[in-house]
């Protein structure tokens, strides 16, 4: 009985864990003071803004510009607007998107610089995109990332003036192509004076905010970040994965340009990319806040410092459950391996090979079943040819309960039983392959598997009431941590790869098999069946679920193709 209460207790710190990181802050109140990012302040920019769909070339995108101007003027800044032509391809999606009512030719962006103490030094620019989707208000993508500069602005001028130019460049376009970023850092003046970029977008409604994006050579700038920020949302793992996926954002032209920046973003209420639904009242405040008080945090540091941060080699970082950041050199990790390595040495004196042959088989049908059983029932589910991109993002909190299903059901089915330490010791090879391979080939994502590797490995080397309870808490932050990423894993990919929550999966396990008291086999065979029925009813309710009502306007017309616009994933 006392293992279980001691189950039960690490089950609910680790899933207090993964609220606490996965929770956005709460909302500011307008009172507060002038220094301080307010999202109920920037909520009335918001609800201007995004009182309508705003595409480029419309007479509502040119109100909105109008706005603009009249913001960024009334706080001092020099404004201009400037026109370019749009490229043929721009205009060839928007045609598509309004079925061929409305084929704009020109773009406009709008810039402005709030001027610095020491004009000589080079200039942080803040950017986010003013134009929406056809048919979508966009109150997240991207007038929470306009919102968001207007209001660190005036805090930022509320605090005094910077010591170096504050640029802001609000780009048009960037729905149909990243058009409007392609034509500022071609061609506009302030694009040669820019020293670094700090970029916001959105995909969704709401959620944490994330640092999921930033330029090679990230040392001094991430610890730049760590230092400024005091709830960070940040990783290292969401970098690397950003980096080799064909997703942009108008941070990726200046990428190109060799122009070092931050990217952040939020992605939760999926359903509510490009939808016409996506309006001020549906915006989660909390992610507008959390959004803006990371950008001003950082924003208020990197314009008051003598330098911005050069380019060093890349760091491994990562927030723990938003309290504060981890960052450390990516070498570290082969130290670990070799931590990880004499720990498992010692652990596995005296153990049975059969009995570890036997553990190491079954993580791996862990892996490959749950992996292959999600990937079955996502096409059950719907997914797949003639899907529409939209209802699946719309379906992602019912995938989230048919993959946490799925993972339960095949980890009664594997490791139902209490786990010998020889067992233990055998799951723990394959997933100590895959640090290897991860740390040798993506060192900066490889402390996903190696920490939770380095805790278990301790723990298996303790023994009476010091390694039970060490066990525990081990069990308790890799379980948090896993619930953590499982769900951003799912909001970022899950309507078309739920099962790359299989690592989350296995780590976990391997983590909670040291305290598993073990269920009666009769009984844990009954529970997994459940498991992977409500798992089955799911993926069948997900695909017999009516059209969700708030898929993009263009996407929903069978006549009109849905263009796939790619976004951040996490």
């Known amino acids: 009985m006392k293992r279980w209460t001691g189950l039960l207790t690490m089950v609910v710190a680790a899933i207090g864990l993964a609220v606490l990181g996965t929770t956005p802050p709460e909302p500011v109140a307008a009172s507060a003071p002038a220094g301080e990012f307010a999202a109920a302040r920037a909520m009335a920019d918001v609800q201007h803004i995004a009182a309508k769909p705003h595409a480029t070339g419309t007479a509502e995108n040119a109100e909105v510009r109008a706005y603009l101007v009249q913001r960024l003027k009334a706080m001092g800044l020099e404004l201009r607007e400037v ?92 729905e149909l192509g990243l058009s409007g970023a392609e034509a500022f850092f071609a061609s506009d003046p302030l694009a040669k004076r820019i020293g670094m970029i700090v970029n916001m977008e959105a995909r969704g409604g709401g959620g944490r905010t994330t640092l999921f994006e930033t330029s090679p050579g990230n040392g001094e700038a991430v610890k730049l970040y760590a230092d400024a920020v005091s709830k960070p949302g940040a990783s290292s793992l969401a970098a690397f994965i950003y980096s080799v996926l064909p997703n942009d954002t108008d941070l990726s032209v200046s990428l190109r340009s060799e122009l070092p920046g931050y990217n952040f973003a939020f992605i939760g209420r999926s359903g509510l990319y490009h939808s016409p639904l996506a309006t001020p009242e549906r915006l989660d405040q909390g992610a507008l806040q959390d959004m803006g008080a990371q950008v001003l945090a950082l924003t208020d540091r990197l314009v008051r410092a003598n330098d911005l941060p050069a380019r060093t080699a890349d760091v491994v970082f990562f927030d723990f459950f938003s309290l504060f950041m981890v960052v450390y050199p990516a070498w570290l990790g082969w130290v670990m391996l070799g931590a990880i390595g004499i720990g498992l040495g010692l652990a596995i004196r005296g153990c049975r090979g059969k009995q570890v042959a036997e553990g190491a088989a079954r993580m791996l049908l862990l892996l490959v079943g749950t ?99 060490f066990a525990g808490l081990t069990a308790a932050l890799v379980l948090g941590h896993e619930l953590y990423l499982g769900h951003f894993v799912m909001q970022g990919v899950g309507p078309t790869m739920p099962f790359a929550v299989v690592l989350p999966l296995a780590l976990a396990s391997l983590a909670v098999m040291p305290v598993w008291p073990g269920l009666n086999k009769s009984i844990g065979r009954r529970a997994a069946f459940a498991a992977l029925t409500v798992a089955l009813l799911v993926a069948l309710w997900v695909r017999f679920d009516p059209l969700a009502d708030t898929v993009a306007v263009y996407s929903s017309d069978k006549n009109v193709p849905a263009i796939p616009i790619t976004k951040p994933p996490a």
């Open 83 to 174: 026109e370019a032509p749009l490229p043929e391809r721009s205009i060839e999606r928007m045609k598509g998107w309004s079925r061929g009512t409305h084929a704009p030719t020109r773009m406009v962006n709008v810039i402005g610089v709030l001027p610095g103490k020491n004009r000589s030094l080079p200039t942080l620019a803040l950017m986010a995109h003013h134009d929406t989707v056809w048919g979508s208000p966009g109150a997240a993508d991207d007038t929470a990332g306009v919102a968001t500069i207007l209001e660190a602005v005036r805090a930022i001028k509320a605090r005094g003036q910077p010591s170096r130019d504050l640029a802001v460049v609000i780009t048009d376009a960037e």
């Open 371 to 469: 992996g292959l059983a999600l990937f079955l029932l996502n096409l059950l589910s719907g997914a797949g040819k003639g899907a529409n991109y939209y209802d699946r993002l719309a379906a992602i909190p019912k995938l989230e309960v048919m993959a946490a299903a799925t993972c339960i059901g095949f980890f009664l089915l594997l490791f139902r039983i209490e786990q010998l330490k020889a067992r233990q010791i055998g799951a723990f090879l394959p997933l100590l392959a895959l640090g290897v391979a991860a740390q040798a080939l993506a060192p900066v994502a490889a402390y996903v598997v190696l920490i939770p590797l380095l805790l278990v490995a301790v723990s298996l080397n303790l023994k009476s009431i010091t390694g039970f309870w």
